[in-house]
Each structure stands twice: as structure tokens, then as C-alpha cells.
């Protein structure tokens, strides 16, 4: 062991710069050392690793979709011996992990290997586990062992192996880089924030998965029975989403919803836009979603002129697309419309997301 400190971030990779000017606002003189494949990055952040967990524990960022310390690092061979050799080598490397906190091995490999994730996992959850070790829960550990094996920028000091800051004289070797740290601390529980739902065969569109995401990543509970707005609602995902949560849902698009869901009597079409919509005078909502194509800015001054239709318990779900140019100027001129009426309770740019972010508003 030594004392570098290195972070495995991951982000969507349109978004890299974005995820790095979020570093860098709580990690001035963070470097960026390597990209170990499409939106995963080495980083040095000058700052422990426990130091950048816990500000973004608090103030989550929007970009960064996960972290995860590197406290080890083992050459591989690239071959069908590397699990058991992980498994051999790496727990003297970790800290202790707590026996009475659950945990779960998360793996990613980032080169072409002639195994899978899941034979690093039950390798190391076998060795970490044992006779009064910790209880493996895969779903929602409590601590995470993460492993990310992937070429990455080394330097050999006596018998042991350093990653390299930056420049100097380094070559790229298959590695295993892990750490061990909660999974609160990792900004998502799940390996690299990647959080993936199984396909049913009634599923509307891939958009769902971003409403099972935020339900998720934002906690929302929705209120029995409840009373749902969905702007740009076609072809139907997210109201066949909100009915599955029992809610009655007023689905808004000039757009055709699908078939399926016109038998359903809990759901009323409006085949108008949303402007046409605000003009007739619209019901109160328990909650208002948003997944409207258009302007961010154009889609939060609707927000705001919805708002007075939100119930004062209530909360609001939208998606901003971001333009390809200027992104973070749009992004918080269209937070500065939102907070005319709303508090910015929460914006993660998810797994589901593409060139958008999710936000979730409370009323002001
Ligand atoms: C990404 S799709 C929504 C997908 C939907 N959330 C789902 O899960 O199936 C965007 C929708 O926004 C709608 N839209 C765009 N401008 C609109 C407006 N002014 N009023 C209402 N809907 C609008 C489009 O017709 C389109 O159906």
C-alpha cells in the first residue's frame, strides 16, 4: 500500500468536461491522470478520497455519475488465472472491511478478457466474506469493494506498483485498480452508477427507465392514488410508468399514445401541447412530469407558469435536454427560471439520461 489517492469517476462521456469542472470546484489542482474507457476517469484529487465522498454526500454533483477510491493496485495477466489471483492478493491491500456492515464486490472490466465481472465478484466475495466476515448483499451493500480492471499508467517502485502522476515515464499495463468504501460514498450503489432495469414485454419506451431511475435515485414516494400531470407524455412510458405507481394520470401530447393505454380508464389523453393545455385552465396535481423535447428554457418556463397547478405537497419531475454548445450557461439560466417557483431539490444527470439531466422541484 501507499499513500497516493486516486478516484475512478465515471460520467456520461459527453459529459466529461463538465464532470471534471465539478471536481475541480471541490478539488482545485485535481488532476486528470487517465481515461480508462468512454466516461470512465483515473484521478488524482489532491484531497482523500473519504474528503470528496463526504462535500458530494452533501451536495451531490450533477455530472459525476460515481466514484470509487483506488487503495490497490495489481498487474494482471489477462488471463483465466486473474480472479483467483485477486483473490489471493488483494484482501491484504484493502482496509478491514467492517464485519457488521453488508457488502458486495462490484467489478468492471474495461479491456477484452477472457472472463466476466461476475468470476471477479464471487472470487473476491468468497475471500472477503468467510467465517464471521461480512454478509454479501448484492442489491444494497452498505460497503462496496470496487474493482475496475483496465489499462491504466504504471511505474514499478521496488515490489510495488504506482500509478503515475501525470508526463513522466510511465507504461500502460492491464491492472486491477480497487478500493473499498460505502456505497453511500459512491454517489450510486450500483458498479460505476450503471443502473439497469430488466425489459418487460409491455414496456412502452426505453424513457421509462429514466422515471424508475429518479423514483430511485431521488427517493420519491408517490402518494396513493395520486393525481399526475405528464407533459409530453407519447408514446406513454412514463404514464404506464405512474400507473404501474398507482396514480391517475392526464397525459399531454399532440403525439399518439400507445395503443395499450387507451383502454385504460385511468388515463385521460389530451392530444393538445402543454401551451394549449395552461390556456384552458388545467387541474391540481399531486405531481407534474415533464420529458418534453424542447429548450430547457422553454421547458422551465412552463414549469414555472405549471406551478400554481401543483399542490402545495406535491413535487415535479422534468428532464432538461442540453444543447451541444454552452451547456453549463443554458443549465443555469433554465435553474434560474426554475427557481421563480421551485426549489431544486435534486439534478443527476442519470444512467438513462443521454444529452439531458433529471431534476426534481418542490414547490417554493
Ligand atoms: C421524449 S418524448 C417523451 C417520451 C415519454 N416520456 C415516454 O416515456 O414515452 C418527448 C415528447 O414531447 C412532446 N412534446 C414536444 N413539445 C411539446 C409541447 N409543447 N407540448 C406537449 N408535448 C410536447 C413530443 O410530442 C414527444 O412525444
Known amino acids: 500500500m501507499n499513500n497516493q489517492t486516486f478516484v475512478i469517476l465515471t460520467c456520461d462521456e459527453r459529459s466529461v468536461d463538465l464532470a471534471l469542472e465539478e471536481v475541480q470546484a471541490v478539488a482545485p489542482g485535481a488532476l486528470l491522470l487517465a481515461r480508462l474507457a468512454s466516461g470512465v476517469l483515473l ?4 484531497i482523500p478520497f473519504s474528503a470528496l465522498a463526504a462535500r458530494w454526500r452533501s451536495e451531490p454533483p450533477i455530472f459525476v455519475r460515481h466514484i470509487a477510491p483506488v487503495q490497490a493496485v495489481l498487474p494482471l495477466g489477462g488471463h483465466v488465472g486473474d480472479p483467483a489471483f485477486l483473490a489471493r492478493a488483494l484482501p491484504p491491500l484493502l482496509p478491514r472491511l467492517d464485519p457488521a456492515l453488508s457488502f458486495s464486490v462490484q467489478t468492471r472490466l474495461l479491456a477484452a478478457l477472457p472472463y466476466k465481472p ?3 465478484n464471487t472470487a473476491l466475495a468468497e475471500a472477503f ?3 464471521n466476515g461480512p454478509s454479501l448483499d448484492v442489491r444494497a451493500p452498505q460497503q462496496v469493494i470496487s474493482v475496475v480492471c483496465a489499462g491504466a499508467p504504471l511505474r514499478r517502485q521496488g515490489d510495488i506498483w504506482l500509478i503515475e502522476s501525470a508526463g513522466t515515464n510511465s507504461t500502460s ?3 486491477a485498480l480497487a478500493g473499498l468504501s460505502l ?7 450500483w458498479a460505476g452508477g450503471m443502473r439497469r432495469f430488466a425489459r418487460e414485454e409491455e414496456q412502452i419506451s426505453r424513457a421509462e427507465f429514466k422515471l424508475l431511475e429518479a423514483f430511485e435515485v431521488f427517493r420519491l414516494s408517490l402518494p396513493p392514488r395520486g393525481v399526475a400531470l405528464d407533459l409530453g407524455a407519447a408514446p406513454g412510458g412514463w404514464t404506464r410508468v405512474l400507473r404501474q405507481h398507482g396514480q391517475y394520470v392526464t397525459a399531454v401530447d399532440p403525439g399518439e399514445l400507445d ?3 387507451a383502454g385504460d380508464r385511468g388515463v385521460r389523453h389530451l392530444r393538445i401541447t402543454a401551451e394549449q393545455y395552461l390556456q384552458q385552465g388545467p387541474d391540481h396535481y399531486d405531481l407534474i412530469v415533464n420529458d418534453m423535447r424542447m429548450d ?4 422551465a418556463r412552463l414549469m414555472v407558469a405549471y406551478a400554481s397547478y401543483l399542490r402545495p405537497h406535491g413535487w415535479a419531475l422534468m428532464t432538461l435536454k442540453l444543447p451541444e454548445q ?3 450557461p443554458v443549465l443555469e439560466q433554465t435553474f434560474a427560471i426554475l427557481r421563480k417557483a421551485y426549489r431544486i431539490a435534486g439534478a443527476r444527470q442519470l444512467f438513462h439520461n443521454r444529452s439531458e439531466i433529471t431534476v426534481w422541484l418542490l414547490p417554493n
Open 259 to 261: 395503443p395499450r393505454l
Open 296 to 299: 430547457a428554457r422553454d421547458s
Open 129 to 131: 466474506s468467510g467465517e
Open 183 to 189: 456505497a453511500a460514498e459512491n454517489l450510486s450503489s
Open 173 to 175: 499495463r492491464l491492472v
Open 43 to 46: 484521478i488524482e484529487p489532491g
Open 326 to 328: 454552452q451547456r453549463r
Open 118 to 120: 461476475f468470476d471477479v
